[in-house]
């Protein structure tokens, strides 16, 4: 189990890393086609993943519930927000306020079993994470806002 930690925690580097980079190219190129790179990229590599790897399933997905695949709507949010956020507000910031987005939608699927998934009772230790991601969000943006960081 703590090898998808890891592998979290890599995605994550990963996703922080390409925020910047894509925002900065967002900024030389525009937001949308910024996103289009991005993925276009995707595409295609997960197209040759697919065919090297990727086993057979029973289902397609023609054949899968159609709501499951409005899933990949959200990507589009992500990635055009992302690259149009990073340049004005930073990494930090656009990447922590995103992890609350996260951590808020996903105690409410956890807490309600939505989409799903398994109840997860709410407690006061995932309260109390919410509690300190909001802070994190709160202080790395009255930071960001210090006059020893503005260049005005």
Same mark, same amino acid.
């Given at each position: 189990?703590?090898?998808? *930690?890891?592998?979290?925690?890599?995605?994550?580097?990963?996703l922080s890393a390409?925020a910047? %980079?894509?925002g900065q190219?967002g900024?030389? *190129? !525009?937001v949308i086609?910024?996103s289009?790179?991005?993925?276009?990229?995707g595409?295609?590599?997960t197209?040759l993943?697919i $065919?090297f790897f990727?086993?057979? @399933?029973d289902?397609?997905?023609?054949?899968v519930?159609?709501w499951?695949l409005? =899933?990949?709507? $959200? =990507?589009i *949010? @992500?990635?055009?927000?992302?690259?149009?956020? *990073?340049?004005? %507000?930073g990494?930090a910031?656009?990447?922590?306020?995103?992890? $609350?987005?996260?951590?808020?939608?996903?105690l409410? %699927?956890?807490?309600? !079993?939505?989409?799903?998934? +398994?109840?997860i009772?709410?407690?006061y230790?995932?309260?109390?994470?919410?509690? &300190?991601?909001?802070a994190?969000l709160? &202080?790395i $943006?009255?930071?960001?806002?210090s006059? +020893?960081?503005?260049?005005?």
């Amino acid at each position: 189990m703590i090898i998808f *930690v890891l592998l979290a925690i890599l995605s994550g580097i990963a996703l922080s890393a390409q925020a910047a %980079i894509n925002g900065q190219l967002g900024v030389k *190129v !525009g937001v949308i086609r910024s996103s289009l790179l991005t993925f276009t990229v995707g595409t295609v590599v997960t197209a040759l993943l697919i $065919f090297f790897f990727e086993p057979n @399933y029973d289902a397609t997905l023609l054949t899968v519930p159609k709501w499951q695949l409005t =899933g990949a709507l $959200f =990507g589009i *949010v @992500y990635m055009v927000v992302m690259v149009a956020a *990073v340049p004005k %507000i930073g990494v930090a910031v656009a990447t922590v306020a995103t992890i $609350f987005g996260q951590m808020t939608m996903s105690l409410f %699927i956890d807490t309600a !079993g939505l989409l799903g998934n +398994e109840p997860i009772a709410l407690n006061y230790w995932r309260l109390a994470a919410m509690l &300190c991601i909001a802070a994190a969000l709160v &202080c790395i $943006f009255m930071a960001n806002r210090s006059p +020893e960081n503005n260049n005005d």
